[in-house]
């Protein structure tokens, strides 16, 4: 027989920024009356870091300014503020361009989560166990958390809020899988050391993964060649000099047609440019109403648009800081970075040298290139997400996850709740952050994932109070 806690317990997998947020945020909800135990399961030190800031690389920065980041979307100002009392200048002077705007490295917007997650910790509101889930079961409507040290914890309600799966090595790269000098995954630790300072290297991926790895590169004194390949050749770009307004109305005549979005983004941009502005505030408007323009989409168009216009949209609508800009316009000015469009027609080592062929747009015949070294900036494994882990595996084969139809991530409603196999809607299991894309849209800044973690906090407190979740009592309220 299942023993009841005194209080129904919420499970979260996965402490990084989505999951941690959503702790948080359920934690101020509820208030001091704890009516829930909140449990985070992530094996790092701390919460609310995950891959993207807990990061020691000094290259490693924000890709917005501080005053667009925060954990509360009514108090933007939240991280600026705490840049501005942490005084990141003292130790990093690069951190404020001249125009006074803060790109501080990565790792102190995790400093930051950290801090605002210290008091919950200190009470006990929030509980973070420091371990991996191996296994997750259904059982008369309650969820089993099986941790990799054996202990189980029983759950009224499940919150999903793990990373994307790390890249796959092309096909073509696997002849070379043994080698020290590929780096499959450049986002792991000390990934790049070892890469010497004259190396010629072959950057697979054009990316923001792309554009750190050559800053990082560059931070060691690195001074050999680059070659940076994608399918387009096509790379991040950067933030406007002048802040401009989002400019464009995507909602109010809604397109049920990718090929209609695209003309109208098109002649935005016509009329944008019309009146003296850039490309910024228009894609700015898109991000904005990301969400409204998705939900109208059926899903064949948003697969069409995921297919066909992803590759561009990601260059612009995710910019790279202007200290990370402007290490690659040196690199391309004085030759040491080129960056191609083309994809790899096959690679293999000889005399201690990788020779690869590269099959580029536009040529018919191959191009060859010898490097000493391969860093592969692909992007996550959206496709895989559920083989990715082995608990994500056993969901899947319980029917209680499947991918969403996009192919972007995991399905839920639009109560972020996940959607199984039969289309039928687990009401004590929600999916937070990037994996709900597929459903929600635009989902991958950090002003999103934290509205999106609101969104899934308050559903979680709903069912707490109202006793909507099946199978525990409710909490008075």
């Known amino acids: 027989m299942r023993k009841f806690e005194p209080v129904p317990v919420v499970a979260i997998i996965g402490g990084g920024f989505s999951g941690a947020a959503v702790a948080l945020h359920l934690a101020r909800a509820l208030g001091a009356e704890r009516r829930a135990r909140i449990v985070v399961f992530e094996p790092r030190a701390r919460l609310g870091a995950g891959l993207a800031y807990d990061t020691a690389e000094p290259a490693h920065r924000i890709n917005v300014p501080a005053f667009k980041m925060s954990l509360y979307p009514d108090e933007p100002e939240s991280f600026a503020d705490y840049v501005a009392r942490a005084d990141t200048v003292s130790t990093d002077p690069a951190a404020y361009t001249p125009e006074g705007i803060a790109y501080p490295r990565r790792h102190v917007f995790g400093d930051y989560v950290a801090a605002e997650l210290a008091p919950c910790l200190a009470s006990g509101s929030i509980e973070h166990r420091r371990k991996r889930v191996l296994d997750i079961k259904q059982s008369a409507g309650h969820w089993t958390i099986l941790a990799e040290d054996g202990e189980a914890l029983a759950a009224d309600i499940a919150v999903l809020a793990v990373t994307h799966p790390a890249p796959i090595l092309p096909k073509t790269l696997l002849p070379l899988s043994s080698s020290p000098k590929l780096v499959a995954d450049s ?68 397109a049920s047609r990718a090929s209609e979005l695209l003309r109208r983004i098109r002649r935005t941009l016509r009329d944008a ?78 005399d201690g040298e990788i020779r690869v062929d590269l099959r580029q747009r536009g040529r018919d015949a191959p191009r060859r290139i010898v490097v000493d070294a391969i860093v592969v900036t692909t992007g996550p494994a959206h496709g895989e997400i559920l083989n990715s882990q082995s608990f994500l595996a056993g969901l899947a084969s319980d029917g209680v996850l499947v991918p969403c139809q996009t192919g972007l991530g995991i399905a839920c409603d639009l109560h972020s709740r996940a959607v199984g196999a039969g289309g039928w809607e687990q009401p004590n299991f929600f999916i937070a952050g990037p994996l709900a894309r597929g459903t929600f849209g635009e989902l991958m800044g950090l002003p999103q994932v934290t509205e999106h973690a609101v969104l899934v906090a308050d559903e979680i407190a709903a069912l707490l109070v109202h006793g909507e979740a099946s199978g525990f009592r409710p909490v008075a309220g």
Do not use: C
């Not at 069409?304 to 800009?325: C, G, K, N, S, T």
């Open 187 to 254: 986002t792991s630790a000390d990934a790049l050391d070892r890469i010497a300072p004259a190396d010629r290297v072959l950057i697979v991926g054009n990316g923001l993964t792309a554009a750190d790895v050559v800053a990082a590169l560059a931070e060691r004194g690195h001074r050999g060649p680059i070659v940076s390949i994608s399918r387009r050749g096509l790379r991040s770009r950067g933030h406007p000099a002048i802040a401009q307004e989002p400019f464009g109305d995507f909602v109010s005549e809604p």
């Open 273 to 350: 440019r019309q009146q003296g502005l850039s490309w910024h505030p228009v894609i700015d408007a898109v991000r904005a109403q990301g969400q409204q323009i998705w939900q109208v989409l059926p899903p064949v168009e948003r697969r069409r648009i995921a297919r066909l216009a992803r590759a561009y949209w990601d260059v612009h609508r995710f910019r790279i800081a202007p200290q990370v800009e402007s290490v690659l316009d040196r690199a391309i000015e004085k030759g040491r970075l080129e960056i191609v469009a083309a994809s790899i027609a096959s690679a293999a080592m000889k």
